[in-house]
């Protein structure tokens, strides 16, 4: 009869994403890894694979998580700009609420750039997920008359998604709540 499995597998991947955030990949040792999950190096290879494995997992359910309650922030507003302006201010209070905020996501990028196509995958579909959603949030603002008449949806939204990086590499960084809610007001600023 086979052994039942003693864990549950999404906290012990919740685990895995902690200690891949704070460390990235190749910081991370297996010994790491395995006494962060409490589980034994069998039983990691039994439910997730090696560690390149566990790795992706936790990136994909790390990324999916991220962006699926991104989307839902910057959509629960019925004003486009007020939209923006929450999904701004969820990302601060996220980076505020760890005293020391890490991002897989981001990690991911600046640990392999495009040199691993699976992450690149990931990441690149999740970032055109939300740059989408923020575009058509912009293009629906300037419809509304809530921002300039002129701006351009595709340039505002990368320059919106690329402010939404800045604040979580400058939380990462130590910067203060004064600090980030500023970059957010210029951010919003920039729009009108």
Same mark, same amino acid.
Request: proline content about 5%; glycine content about 4%; charged content about 20%.
């Given at each position: 009869m086979a052994r039942q499995k003693e864990f549950e597998r999404e906290t012990v991947l919740k685990r895995a994403i902690g200690v891949f955030s704070d460390h990235g990949f190749e910081g991370t040792s297996t010994d790491v890894l395995l006494k962060a999950m409490k589980i034994s190096r069998q039983s990691m290879y039994d439910t997730f694979g090696d560690k390149?494995?566990?790795y992706l997992q936790a990136l994909q359910r790390y990324v999916t998580e991220s962006i699926s309650v991104q989307l839902a922030v910057l959509n629960e507003k019925p004003s486009p700009t007020k939209g923006?302006?929450?999904? @701004?201010?969820? %990302?601060?209070?996220?980076? @505020?609420?760890?005293?020391?905020?890490?991002c897989l996501g981001i990690s991911a990028i600046c640990e392999f750039g495009t040199s691993e196509r699976?992450?690149? @995958? %990931?990441?690149? %579909? &999740?970032?055109?997920? @939300?740059? &989408?959603?923020?575009?058509r949030r912009v293009t629906e603002a300037i419809a509304a008359g809530e921002t300039s008449a002129d701006l351009d949806p595709s340039e505002a939204a990368h320059f919106f998604l690329s402010t939404l990086t800045?604040?979580?590499?400058a939380a990462r960084g130590g910067a203060s709540a004064d600090m980030l809610r500023g970059i957010a007001r210029v951010a919003m600023r920039s729009l009108r």
């Open positions: 390149w494995q566990l923006l302006e929450a999904l @701004l201010e969820t %990302m601060i209070q996220t980076a @505020l609420a760890d005293p020391a905020p890490a699976d992450v690149v @995958l %990931m990441t690149e %579909m &999740s970032g055109r997920t @939300l740059l &989408s959603a923020i575009e800045g604040i979580k590499v």
